[in-house]
């Protein structure tokens, strides 16, 4: 069994979401580049080189993309052989990725955006609590990823219990019409996150799973779902909604597609969609 410190989690964690909210990983800078050198609309290409600078001027002052630093979401795989050290004066993992959390949203000023209940709306203060979700494996790695996920983005989110007779032709104009319902308002271009199959409570952890791939590019391992996601980007940037809403072919820079079994009366869809401040990383100890 392989012991783990909970400090050096907790000062990892805490640096993963500084950094997270400050810098764009490279391959999405990567992918804004090619995008705009791509572009014939001169305004989208405008648009996409303002972004790029947005994201320059965050890197080098060290400030956020973006004014909402989001709801904090960590996905934890965590392996079964580790004993974790409680040397940092938490009861365990869960109170450690909260406080690594909770340390570097106050310490870097940036904005809480969570609030108590969802109809007497009281901010908690620290943008607590995190949404953790786990899932545990052999072996004694911990793997932590992080997603900061802006509001307006977040809010675009849907999900539909379709028939199992639906075709896949149907489902992807599903996905296509939910993109342009969302128009302006997740900020593109962005990353589409779409869940299929599993059931109503786990199509959505699906979706927003699948905006953690990396690299942006990467396509599902299974051609079948690849060739789907290749074609949905395609319709996607078909729909002229471009960058920021104001037109152009950049809607959106990946769309990232996971399936799961589910039960054969079912045929869940969802779609998590995020913005260009797509801020995701990992840390694996
Ligand atoms: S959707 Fe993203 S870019 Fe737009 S305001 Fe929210 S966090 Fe910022």
Redesign the pocket.
Known sequence: MRRLSLSLVESQVKSLVERCCVDLSADLLDGLEKRRGGEPCPWAENTLASLLENARVASRERIPL???T?MAVFFVLLGDDLLFERDNGTKGLEETLQRAMRDAYRESSFRTSMVMDPLRRKNTGDNSPAFVHWEFLPGDSLTISFIAK????ENMSRLKMFTPACSAEEIEAWIVETVVQAGSN??PPTVVGVGLGGNFDTVSWLAKRALLRTPLEAANLDPFYGGMEERLLKKINGTGIGPQGLGGETTSLAVHVEAAPCHMATLPAAVNIN???HRVGRVVL
């Open positions: 973006c004014q909402d989001g802006g509001g307006g983005a997740p900020c913005c260009h401040a």
